[in-house]
Nanobody, 126 residues
Framework: QVQLVESGGGLVQAGGSLSLSCVVS????????MGWFRQAPGKQREFVAA????????FYLDSVKGRFTISRENAKNTVLLQMNSPKPEDTAVYYC???????????????????WGQGTQVTVSS
């Protein structure tokens, strides 16, 4: 059974920094693309960042580009999201996700993620 467990959420001031981590178990972690999504109250879940199997390729939501960094440590079955200079509009529940298949190296579409963590709340104060 594939399990994803996020940690690291909390309250952060705008302009500060926060790091999220996600540990994956139940499958060969290094074979699959990984991603981070978020969902604010009353809004749909949206893509934030994705990383390829080896970590060599990444892709970001335009509004977080240059501020957030996704990375992975395959030896530790862990994917990370470093959030620098967060803004109040980044406030949301953040979800770690694992791609369903190995068809694509870098996965962006929500429908192609079949495994999800429980989510961790990130609140950015102004």
């Amino acid at each position: 059974q594939v399990q994803l467990v996020e940690s690291g959420g909390g309250l952060v001031q705008a302009g500060g920094s926060l790091s999220l981590s996600c540990v994956v178990s139940g499958r060969t972690f290094s074979w699959y693309g990984m991603g981070w999504f978020r969902q604010a109250p009353g809004k749909q879940r949206e893509f934030v960042a994705a990383i390829s199997w080896t970590g060599g390729n990444t892709f970001y939501l335009d509004s977080v580009k240059g501020r957030f960094t996704i990375s992975r440590e395959n030896a530790k079955n862990t994917v990370l999201l470093q959030m620098n200079s967060p803004k109040p509009e980044d406030t949301a529940v953040y979800y770690c996700a694992a791609a369903t298949s190995r068809e694509y190296n870098l996965v962006v579409a929500l429908r192609d993620y079949g495994y999800w963590g429980q989510g961790t709340q990130v609140t950015v104060s102004s």
